[in-house]
């Protein structure tokens, strides 16, 4: 007897010490402060909580990424539509369509109209999926996860121990500002932000983009839409329909400056809708809008834009959902006008250093003059040949060995792909603005390929986690420095 005790005991201390090791992680997990609560990212768990205290009533739900987010006014088409309530339920793209798709699925019920509202680029068009943004999202409510597919779910859970290990480098929790902040959002779900700029006008009143578009994310109706992407929505299609209620593909607003191949626009509207069992409304031509009505990317609506777009909507559930003659009731905005720019002053004293592109009445700095360089530590121009410099292009800086140290002026509001890759002498680069919406990068953090190895991009420290949570410099956070 004593020694099935033994055995026993020495079996469940086997078990105790092998099992303690996540018993210790769980615990260290579970007093982890959430950091993201605060973030964009965090807004998903309201979009869920809201989406489901609607379960049981009638409603048009709205699925896609920030154009949806930035794109409507809810409160104008529920007005229109009011045995409607309307839900708002766009967020972004580095979450991707799939999962709002999914997590939206659950709350539909008889009688919904369910639109699916993706961008017009190959990640929002797939099926994409980001395990450690959804970690980042539903930080305050992991139960969002059983909502998920089980191979999203197991992607998820195999991210949480890393996830957890950054988090406990982090420690504080993030406390952003600016636009991309969790309360930045309305009860429909839409973006709904008031704060003003020095000239005491609405920053989201107005096209802030230095080009009035964003050249590093350009608008190709040629691109084709992701593998699987038009199975899947067919899928959801025959569940949403088992739910009594109705599926709709919809278009996202683009910035008209943005749009390459706008040829290719009736052939890509065709493929969509010979491809998808659910009915297509509108077309993406209506949707290519005048740049006035944008506020900070292709995709994003400023104040404007965002009625504008409503109205085409409700213009398109009239003709192509309820098969009405009747136009919205509500008014079409004035086009708002871009901000003042600062007068042009004379040329900077490193103008002559650099090569560049004309981009309408601005400059983008293309290359670099050797003839004229010889200093390893420069800053940009603001104005060369009598016109502002506002951005660096592609490769601007490939193969030069002279510069290690570039300072980006607040005149500088466009960072392109690959900007500083393929210079071999390149370590550190200065950020001299204090708002991360004032400089135009991508998302996809494309614009540090080929850099080196110890690249730092240095942040002041009043605005880092600005930066750190913005919802395209977020991408670069790894290489972040504070000064």
Not at 136 to 149: F, N, V, Y
Not at 232 to 242: F, R, S, V
Not at 260 to 275: G, H, K, L, P, Q
Not at 351 to 374: K, M, N, P, R, T
Request: proline share 4%.
């Amino acid at each position: 007897m004593k020694k099935v005790l033994v055995k026993i005991s020495l079996l469940v201390l086997g078990v105790a010490l092998t099992l303690s090791p996540f018993a210790i992680f769980f615990a260290v997990a579970a007093n982890q402060p959430h950091i993201y609560s605060k973030t964009y990212y965090a807004a998903l768990v309201d979009k869920v909580h809201n989406l489901q205290t609607l379960k049981k009533q009638k409603k048009i739900v709205l699925v896609g990424g920030s154009n949806v987010a930035f794109g409507f006014n809810s409160r104008l088409i529920e007005e229109e539509f009011p045995e409607y309530k309307v839900v708002n339920f766009g967020l972004y793209a580095m979450l991707g369509t799939k999962i709002m798709m999914d997590l939206a699925l659950d709350c539909i019920g008889k009688g919904d109209l369910v639109f699916v509202i993706p961008e017009i680029n190959n990640q929002s068009t797939s099926l994409f999926f980001s395990p450690e943004s959804t970690l980042k999202a539903i930080e305050d409510d992991m139960s969002i996860l059983q909502k998920l597919p089980k191979e999203n779910r197991d992607s998820v859970t195999g991210s949480y121990f890393s996830f957890v290990a950054n988090r406990a480098k982090q420690r504080t929790i993030i406390e952003p500002t600016g636009v991309y902040q969790r309360k930045s959002f309305n009860k429909y779900g839409d973006i709904s932000y008031e704060e003003k700029d020095e000239n005491d006008l609405p920053i989201r009143a107005a096209n802030r983009m230095s080009l009035h578009y964003d050249p590093t994310m350009v608008v190709d109706f040629a691109e084709t839409i992701g593998d699987g992407f038009f199975d899947y929505l067919n899928g959801y299609d025959k569940q949403i329909k088992k739910k009594k209620a109705e599926l709709f593909y919809a278009f996202s607003p683009v910035d008209e400056k943005a749009v390459v191949n706008m040829s290719a626009a009736t052939d890509y509207y065709w493929s969509i809708r010979e491809s998808l069992s659910c009915k297509v409304i509108g077309n993406p031509q209506e949707y290519v809008m005048d740049p006035h009505f944008f506020f900070d990317s292709n995709f994003h609506l400023n104040d404007a834009g965002a009625i504008l777009r409503s109205w085409l909507f409700a213009q398109d559930l009239y003709r192509d959902v309820f098969e009405e003659g009747s136009r919205p009731s509500f008014a079409i905005p004035e086009t708002p006008a871009y901000p003042e720019g600062e007068k042009i002053g004379e040329d900077s004293e490193t103008a002559a250093c650099f090569e560049y592109q004309e981009y309408e009445d601005s400059l983008i700095i293309s290359g670099v003059s050797g003839d004229h360089l010889g200093d390893s530590n420069i800053a940009l121009p603001s104005v060369a040949n009598g016109k502002r410099v506002v951005g660096i292009g592609q490769n601007a800086f490939a193969h030069c060995t002279q510069i290690d140290n570039v300072v980006i002026p607040t005149s500088i509001g466009i960072l392109m792909d690959g900007c500083f890759g393929n210079c071999p002498s390149l370590r550190n680069v200065y950020i001299e603005t204090f708002h991360p919406s004032d400089i135009i990068v991508s998302y996809t953090g494309s614009m540090i390929e080929n850099v080196t190895s110890d690249f730092r991009i240095f942040i002041h420290n009043d605005c880092f986690t600005d930066f750190a949570t913005d919802y395209y410099w977020g991408a670069y956070a790894s290489y972040f420095v504070r000064y």
